[in-house]
């Protein structure tokens, strides 16, 4: 891997070295990639659209996509363990839905967003427990979570309930001003707190540790003592709690609850996370590389709005396309490895 | 030793998975400050033993499991292999069962890390790592990744780990398989110095010469039964061997020494087979071995000298990358299995549930399963057909119960491999390769299988017949090829062979008195 030579240039190859075995590994290339393409996507943007790369553009990638951080969040401490949480756009739909629905029975928010939190988490236990203990398929197991979430949002009502809570809507709207024309929401701040939260639990904690272990090889982990059981359902109850967080960011974003919303919002997830950077077969990944990846979404919905004629179904494709790329440069680098 | 308390007793071990009983009655004690090897064949019972005292198997969890283990003297029972670590047993599994996409430093203290303000204290963290590589001078960067490295490191780095767990009793299961001269002796030097500490080690290892190098004391297991425990520099190394082969005793001399007249050999005829320099890197060095038309050629050897090594390359499972492949007197180049059968080369696997029958399928499928696929999916075989294979393979091979329908799953070990054997046979191989045929069946089921091999030869196929048991592969070979540490060192005519001869050359890889 390095190369020792004793002339002047070894500083620049020793260098040059450095910066393309961090690309080539499987632990930093994907996110370094990342961090380039948005870079790049953010350098096509600024370049066909004035004030493209401004403060209020930058932001509103963020509040747009607050909830979104907080599912890939949630989505990067599945997959690192290697499993896959397809339920958490229909828990997000159903958070929705209980908080509409409770909000216009006349509970109090300060009730209501805890319950819904506690709510999601034990469905997030209940199917952690299904995976472990019975040996389910997670894609099986939390297909049919997704199944029965979306299932409880017609329960409670077919239509779309609209919310006119006071504590909620000014939770919702205020905004958080940085000076000039830039704001933020709270959901912002409750985003970036979760991912804090987040790399420091995968980072500096031993609960985080175990899920890599595990991503990196359970029967591995397990003969090295480390709680593997304990941890594979934590992780979906740490998925749990994100989508019902994620559907409160979301009823502060549209101030309603729809039993239809959301469809197919665990596939953004899943695509941030693994344009991200994380492995899908597990141990490999960052938080930060999941934000980046639901950034680069963002920003390509972003330029597909500002282009204006396109459909945003381009979106989608595009979405598409560099899955397809991540994933087989993901194949390369572990191979090589291998 | 004796007056010592033991550090490991463990009584009357009995363990038993469906179908097999993988340990009976066994007991194994080990005192503080000595190296203990635990010897045996594949199959003897060795991981099974040391999984029942690691925690990974509970002993009173199933009906026919029982036995007890002491720890210093007082009962244990462990929940987990989390629970055996906390009570100083440590283990470096056969297979580095490390975490190769974390850093060195984290694979070394795992679930173990210093704290700092509630979270892990990386520095630390990396520090003592760094402690623990230079204790076995091993200089590496504690923040790369495991992955980035070579076995042989990964292997010191699971044993720095170990070290760590400030241990009563260290596993070392096969710790110098990917180790070089230089860094066995590495290794040695560190298993004498946490001898000196007090460390009961209990190493596992197939070199016989590492064996004798190392350990104080040894225990030889065999289907999993206790054959005895005996201090090393007390057993001859031939008593050795033989005890962990075994002999088998006089039920089997019902079948006499059947050899068939080789159809060839004398004369200038073609081979069937004939392999020129064939080797593999990493697996066997060059191999010169020629089967002739009707020929039963026995491949004897202890376990991992090169025995399957061989049966996969020439049946076209691993591919080699030196000499050739030669079948009737022209090269073939085998890609694959599938084209290895179109010449006529069946391989039946010493790994009999992994890689032999469908335990799910009933014993009709498993029976026409191959002559299925070599006619093509698209060629179905009828009904009628399938059930008139398997009611006459049944019957020849006497499978019990004599039911087509029966899950293999529940048919013994025995029964099993003759649904095996028929599968292969209803594709009527040229050359077929026996792995292990007989491994862990009963004494019945094997004497009708080497009966089955005699037949065979009789009617023009020719036979690989790999076993470690010498009896059977005397009973039935009319050539033995023998192999030692991944070479063939031996190619005789068994005519005037016993079993002290054979075992002479397994033990020191030359032919001396009985070379021919």
């Known amino acids: ?338 | 030793m004796n007056g010592q308390v033991p550090v490991v007793e463990m009584t009357n071990i009995s363990i038993s998975f469906p179908g097999v009983k993988a340990l009976d009655e066994v007991s194994f004690r080990m005192f503080p400050g000595e190296v203990h090897s635990l010897l045996g064949e594949n199959g003897a019972g060795k991981s099974t033993l040391i999984k029942a005292l690691t925690g990974v198997y509970q002993i009173d969890s199933g009906p026919t499991d029982s036995g007890e283990i002491l720890l210093a003297g007082s009962r244990v029972s462990f929940a987990g292999p989390a629970q055996a670590q906390n009570a100083g047993i440590s283990t470096v599994y056969q297979e580095v069962n490390l975490l190769g996409n974390l850093s060195v430093a984290e694979n070394i203290m795992l679930g173990r890390e210093p704290r700092r303000f509630g979270g892990i204290d990386w520095r630390a963290t990396r520090r003592r790592a760094l402690e623990l590589l230079g204790g076995l001078h091993l200089d590496i960067d504690p923040g790369s990744l495991l992955g980035s490295h070579s076995l042989a490191v990964q292997q010191l780095v699971a044993i720095a780990r170990a070290i760590d767990v400030h241990a009563k009793v260290l596993i070392l299961d096969e710790p110098t398989s990917s180790l070089d001269a230089d860094e066995v002796a590495e290794l040695f030097r560190v298993i004498r110095e946490l001898k000196a500490e007090g460390v009961a080690i209990l190493f596992v290892s197939h070199f016989l010469d590492q064996v004798y190098e190392i350990s104080d004391r040894l225990t030889v297991l065999r289907n999993g039964k206790l054959v005895g425990e005996y201090r090393t520099d007390e057993i001859l190394r031939l008593d050795l061997v033989q005890k962990m082969i075994g002999k088998e005793l006089a039920i089997l001399d019902a079948l006499e020494r059947r050899i068939v007249e080789p159809g060839g050999g004398e004369g200038d005829e073609v081979p069937l087979l004939a392999a020129r320099a064939l080797g593999r890197k990493g697996s066997i060095a060059p191999v010169d071995l020629r089967v002739y038309t009707g020929e039963v050629v026995g491949l004897a050897g202890l376990l991992g000298s090169g025995r399957t090594e061989l049966a996969r390359i020439l049946s076209g499972i691993d591919r080699p990358d030196s000499g050739e492949l030669v079948i009737d007197g022209t090269p073939h180049r085998f890609r694959t299995p599938r084209s290895a059968l179109a010449r006529g080369v069946a391989y039946s696997s010493e790994n009999r549930r992994a890689e032999g029958i469908v335990e799910d399928l009933t014993v009709r499928d498993n029976i026409v399963l191959a002559l299925q696929a070599d006619r093509g999916w698209f060629h179905p075989i009828s009904r009628k057909r399938r059930d008139e294979l398997a009611v006459s393979y049944i019957q020849a091979l006497n499978i019990r119960p004599a039911n087509p329908d029966a899950i293999v799953r529940n048919l013994s070990g025995g029964n099993q491999q003759k649904v095996l054997l028929a599968r292969w046979l209803a594709v009527a191989p040229r050359l077929l390769i026996l792995d292990e045929p007989t491994r862990g069946i009963d004494v019945g089921a094997k004497a009708e299988i080497q009966k089955l091999v005699v037949n065979l030869a009789e009617n023009g196929m020719s036979v690989l017949f790999i076993s470690a048991e010498l009896e059977e592969v005397l009973r039935l070979s009319s050539r033995i090829a023998i192999m030692r540490d991944r070479r063939l060192v031996a190619d005789i005519v068994n005519d005037d062979l016993t079993v002290d001869s054979l075992l002479a050359i397994i033990a020191d890889g030359e032919l001396t008195a009985v070379a021919r």
């Open chain 1, 1 to 338: 891997m390095s190369i020792d030579t004793s002339s002047a240039p070894v500083a620049g190859r020793r260098l040059f070295g450095r910066v393309s075995s961090a690309f080539t590994s499987p632990k930093y290339g994907p996110v370094l990639v990342t961090l380039v393409l948005l870079i790049a996507v953010f350098a096509i943007g600024g370049s066909r659209y004035r004030g493209f790369v401004s403060g209020p553009v930058i932001l509103n990638l963020f509040v747009d996509n607050a909830y979104l951080i907080v599912l890939a969040v949630g989505m990067t401490f599945v997959i690192l363990t290697g499993g896959i949480d397809l339920s958490v756009g229909a828990v997000l739909a159903l958070s929705t839905m209980i908080a509409a629905s409770l909000l216009q029975s006349g509970w109090s928010a300060s009730v209501v967003i805890p319950l819904i939190l506690v709510l999601t988490s034990v469905l997030g236990l209940l199917v952690g427990l299904m995976i472990h203990v019975f040996k389910i398929q997670p894609f099986i197991a939390t297909l049919a979570a997704m199944f029965l979430a979306r299932g409880l949002c017609y329960v409670i009502s077919k239509d779309s309930i609209s919310i006119t809570d006071p504590v909620f809507v000014s939770l919702a709207q205020t905004r958080i001003s940085l000076g000039g024309r830039m704001s933020i929401t709270a959901s912002v701040v409750i985003a970036l707190l979760v991912v804090l939260v987040a790399f420091l639990v995968l980072h500096y904690s031993r609960l985080g540790r175990t899920v890599y272990a595990i991503g990196g090889g359970e029967q591995s982990g397990m003969l090295m003592g480390l709680p593997v059981a304990r941890t594979k359902v934590l992780v979906y109850v740490i998925s749990g709690f994100c989508s019902g967080l994620a559907g409160v960011l979301f009823t502060f974003y549209t101030l309603s609850g729809y039993s239809l919303t959301a469809v197919g919002t665990e596939l953004d997830a899943i695509a941030a996370v693994v344009i991200g950077g994380t492995l899908l077969t597990g141990g490999y990944g960052f938080v930060l590389g999941s934000v980046l990846g639901v950034l680069v979404l963002g920003t390509i919905q972003t330029i597909i709005t500002f282009e204006g004629t396109l459909s945003s179904w381009w979106t989608r494709i595009f979405i598409g396309g560099l899955l397809l790329v991540f994933i087989v440069l993901q194949k390369v680098l572990t191979a090589r490895r291998r």
